[in-house]
């Protein structure tokens, strides 16, 4: 549905997408349930938001400011009480090459856009399409992103600086390359340790920030014990930098608007999947996709103004939200509150966080985003499904993310339409009871055949169909049964004007009953049924069509009155 264009009704869309009194109200049922949860999530949260801004190339302080201008907004404006918003790990995977061609200031100014975008979208009532996105193409961009976290690591995980290169594999192996050349064994095992904690700890006690308690421990070991081969962060600001767009270039902006768009549609797909697993975790919870995308825009828009990369919904941080018993936007906003308290007060302890024990976060991370069980049952489920997860996985991994969703839907949809015009099927009647032979022979005997059309007649089973049509030899009419077509498109309907048209040359004529109402403009457009109620070749039933088929041939001296049946066999049940 389009936008009103009058003033009126655009206000009227704006105001539709604004906080209500009713979340101001929710958020004050529960308030140390809220604020419980908050502090929880900001536990969790920390950790991922710097792993994630040293990830995305602009550093950890690009992470944190994410968090709290990103989280803050999105929880206020955003369509689920229960998301927690910020940096992510899907995210950074599309913003790497971003940074490597345009560098931050590009980066930033991406996010700015795809702000603007995402608020279009929210204003275009955009947000209900995510429904129409396979689970398989989720599931393996999920894995992929998975893979691609895991691999970005690896040159802090192994401690070595940060190797040239835009794709994720060809870094990867050049950083194996110069540990290889020059090995020590602090940094990865600092890294495997935190990832070990985080994994064996989330299985025995779900409820601990075991990633807190590692990153501690690591820098506490790190700081005292003097060990070589381990980087910190490095120095980070005390506090949120003012509020400026001096990144902005406005003569770039049209080399950024791939990039934009591609980071609108990850930040919208994500959000959206966010919310509809918050959702599903609770009871009498829904989103409101459009105000979802509208405060998810706002967010995007802010956080580059604070130095912040582009913000989505975070999976895993708003289901941390949920267990721990978040009921509003309440909890959402203290998790963003927290950090910004970490930002000012906390600074320069943050910054000597070794960054091997972020690289360990993320590879945990990594490993918990692999739902095993639902992978399992995807590739069980047919051999579609398979072929688009792996595909989807694989062209993440190669590729990049927004690239890998593209060819995942392309892809789902080839076999979707194939699936679908398998369904279409053209079959002798009648077709509703016992053994027709005898039936069907008589009606051959008379010179007739009756046809029946199951399922879609549309472009993806038009050439079969013409094919089968044009078939039946010493036939002088053929009645085609429509009451079952379930959907008739242009190229279908061009099909089947061809199909009368080849027919009517060769002398039979061709009869048609039960046409609906719904296919007759697609049939109208061509002109199939005007060729038919020129010669009155339209009926309304099956039985109507086959009585007038021998009348036909009585005139025309085919067939004697005797011929035919005191009881004309026509179908059951169905008689249109």
Known sequence: MSVPLSPAGFRSRITSLLPTRADLAQARRHPRRDLLAGLTVAVVALPLALGFGVSSGLGAEAGLATAVVAGALAAVFGGSSLQVSGPTGAMTVVLVPIVADHGPSGVLTVGLMAGVILVGLALLRAGGSMRYVPAP????FTLGIACVIGLQQIPNALGVAQPDGERVLEVAWHAAEDFARDPHGTAPALAAAVAAVMLVGARWKPTVPFSVLAVIAATVVVGTAGLDGVRPIGDLPAGLPAPSLSF????????????????????ALESLLSASVADGMTVGQRHDPDRELFGQGLANIAAPMFGGVPATGAIARTAVNVRTGATSRAAALTHAAVLAVIVFAAAPLVSRIPLAALAGVLLATAVRMVEVGSLRAMTRATRSDAVILVLTAVATLVLDLVQAVIIGLVVAGVLALRAVARQARLAPLPLDRGDHTD?????????????????????????????????PAEVRVVVLRMSHVSVVD???????KDAVTKLRRRGIVVMVSGVRPGHRRALDSVGVLDLLRHEGREYATTPEAIEAARAH??????????DTPAAAPVPTGDAS
């Open 137 to 140: 193409v989720v599931e393996g």
């Open 439 to 471: 039936e069907e022979h008589e009606l051959l005997a008379q010179h007739i055949v009756a046809y029946r059309i199951d399922g879609p007649l549309f472009f993806a089973a038009a050439h079969r169909f013409l094919l089968e049509l044009t078939e």
């Open 248 to 267: 902005l270039d406005l003569g770039a902006l049209g080399g950024l608007l791939a990039p934009a768009l591609a980071v609108a549609a990850l930040a």
């Open 553 to 562: 041939l009585e005139r025309d001296g085919v067939l004697r009155t005797a």
């Open 490 to 496: 242009a190229t279908g309907a061009l099909v089947l």
